[in-house]
Every structure is written in C-alpha cells, then in structure tokens.
C-alpha cells in the first residue's frame, strides 16, 4: 500500500485550466502505475488518465484525449494531471490511484480526492 495525497482542485470557468496533483508516500514510488479518476455526483467513478511507473506509457479517457496531460516524476513522489480547456462536463471529484506495476490486479491505494468545479 502506499499513501496518496491529492491538492490542486478548485472552481474555474469554462475553457481554463488547472493541475492536480498528487504526493505518495514511500521509497518505490517507481513500481507503481499512476492513475487519476473522477466521479461526479450520482455517477460511477470513472477512468481518466494512468501513467506506468517509468512514466513510458500514458493513457487516458477519450474524453479527455488532447486538453488532459498526466506525468510523474518519480524523484520526488508526484504524478500531476495538467487539465486545459476545461467543461463544465469535467465537474467531478478526482482521485489519485496506485496499482502495483508489471504485477496483476487493479488500483489498491486511494487518495481522498478533491473538488473540481468547472462553471459555464
């Protein structure tokens, strides 16, 4: 298990732009494959972004292909998803996911989350 902190939400207007990111904790911070997910009110969570732990492969959500970008560096801990033109569509709560690297399973390490609200 690792430890997620996520910081960054906030309310923006529609075509602007914010960065979420995320701290984790521990020393093998590199074994883990990055994930970010939204969930908004009366829906299921759902995948946006994931890096692998060398930060070589990225893939995210057709709907948000082009305006979401996600990276990591692993030196200091952080995975970042930098969020460009923004919808109101984007309103969510977002969450920082860590799942085991090359290793079978899903996501077993969750932030707490945080707010983002996009106003038309």
């Known amino acids: 298990q690792v430890q997620l902190v996520e910081s960054g939400g906030g309310l923006v207007q529609a075509g602007g732009s914010l960065r979420l990111s995320c701290a984790a904790s521990?020393?093998?911070?590199?074994?883990?494959?990055m994930g970010w997910f939204r969930q908004a009110p009366g829906k299921e969570r759902d995948f946006v972004a994931g890096?692998?732990?060398?930060?070589?492969?990225?893939y995210y959500a057709d709907s948000v292909k082009g305006r979401f970008t996600i990276y990591r560096d692993n030196a200091k801990n952080t995975v970042t998803l930098q969020m460009n033109n923004l919808k109101p569509e984007d309103t969510a709560v977002y969450y920082c996911a860590a799942r085991t690297d090359h290793a079978p399973g899903g996501y077993h390490s969750w932030g707490q989350g945080t707010q983002v609200t996009v106003a038309s």
């Open positions: 890096i692998s732990g060398s930060g070589g492969s990225r």
């Open positions: 521990g020393r093998t911070f590199s074994s883990y494959a």
